[in-house]
């Protein structure tokens, strides 16, 4: 018979795994209900657990500003992308001309070293701008308040009929309906120079334009024209309006992007910390001396500026503490080991923690002093 009195042994290690997989999911959960229903700031229970998870990133998908960081992110990337092509273009010209005044033969490789890279960065120039336009027309309905704004910008900055012809350029280009440019040099009194150029006449003959498009492509004075002085002033009116936006944005901070980064920012701090926590622990059991390692962790500036104060003074930490407070968060612990590094006669008491599996309360590191737009003003 069994015997009924055998107590049951522990859980295997599977069921552990999977129990806590089951725990980490439903917390999981969670965290997307909260940051879903937009409370601002966001709880501190709910950041506390944030901040410590590896996969943060993850979890901030659910907060109500990472769509619009995403869009801004985004359109920063095509607008770089857009100039870096604009850049290139210019480079192959260059190229081309100076190619053309060596007089030596050239014909033979000019295709590989200047017409396939011009070529490719027309397309992406097209290509980024055209990404610029879908992506701006999504700020319609994530950021009302200001859209009025933004539209007004872009209109001023990039409304010109060259930034029409580039956005019917790519589909063309993309659907095969016209020829890539050709590249071309030209000899007068005032040198040799070569251009990557397209025909007027050609575009208007195999490609698909609007009206407004049509009448720019037919009223130019030249049937060759340079693709990239076209792209040139594009790139300009572009730059603009980025800067233009980002100060647009700066002065329109929703809470919602500011609890939001905030909430990322604390978390770097946090783990910075406990870095730094690890590293000061051995050299300062090590009797290193921090002033002849300075320059390794400061600019030239910070570093005599650091040495301005008295040597081994609280004055002198506190300020190395300030240069760093984006970068760590500093807790009485991290306090207390930088000041027996710098050899500061001063003690800082360091609260007992029990130890804990649970993510601790951040006190007053969360909500951060004048987080409000309402307080920042």
């Known amino acids: 018979m069994a015997n009924t009195n055998e107590q049951p042994g522990p859980p295997d290690f599977p069921q552990i795994l999977r129990g806590e997989e089951q725990r980490r999911k439903a917390q999981d959960k969670a965290i997307a209900l909260e940051l879903k229903k937009g409370i601002i700031p966001t709880p501190e229970i709910v950041v506390r657990t944030i901040v410590w998870r590896v996969d943060r990133h993850v979890l901030m998908r659910d907060h109500i500003y990472a769509r619009e960081d995403k869009l801004r992110s985004g ?108 590249w071309n040099v030209r000899t007068d009194e005032s040198g040799t120079s070569g251009s990557i150029h397209f025909s007027a006449s050609e575009l208007l003959a195999f490609g698909s334009w609007g009206a407004e ?14 693709i990239a002085q076209i792209t040139a002033r594009c790139a300009q009116g572009l730059a603009k309006f980025r800067r233009e936006l980002n100060i647009l944005f700066a002065r329109n901070r929703t809470d919602a992007e ?87 006669p001063v003690s800082v008491e360091v609260p007992k923690q029990a130890p804990s599996i649970s993510p601790r309360s951040l006190d007053e590191l969360w909500p951060p002093a004048g987080f409000r737009n309402s307080e920042a003003k």
């Open 75 to 182: 359109l920063d990337a095509l607008i770089s992308a857009a100039l870096a092509a604009n850049l290139d273009l210019g480079r192959a010209e260059a190229a081309l001309t100076a190619f053309a005044q060596s007089r030596d033969g050239f014909e033979d490789h000019i295709g590989q070293t200047v017409e396939n890279p011009a070529q490719k960065e027309v397309m992406a120039f097209c290509t980024a701008y055209v990404g610029t336009v879908d992506t701006l027309r999504r700020f319609k309905e994530r950021r009302a308040d200001i859209w009025h704004d933004i539209d007004t910008l872009r209109k001023a900055t990039t409304d010109d009929i060259i930034y029409r012809f580039i956005f019917e350029l790519r589909r063309n280009l993309s659907h095969g309906s016209v020829v890539v440019p050709y």
């Open 213 to 226: 498009v049509k009448g720019y492509l037919s009223t130019l004075p030249d049937d060759s024209f340079s």
């Open 258 to 344: 500011r609890d939001y980064h905030a909430i990322n920012d604390l978390s770097r701090r946090l783990v910075g910390a406990q870095f730094n926590k690890l590293v000061l622990k051995q050299i300062a059991a090590q009797g290193v001396d921090p002033f002849a390692h300075l320059h390794r962790f400061f600019s030239p500036q910070e570093t005599r500026r650091i040495l301005e104060y008295p040597a081994h003074s609280v004055e002198q930490v506190e300020y190395v503490i300030r240069l760093r407070e984006a970068q760590t968060a500093v807790d009485p612990e991290l306090r207390s080991l930088l000041y027996e590094l710098f050899k500061v």
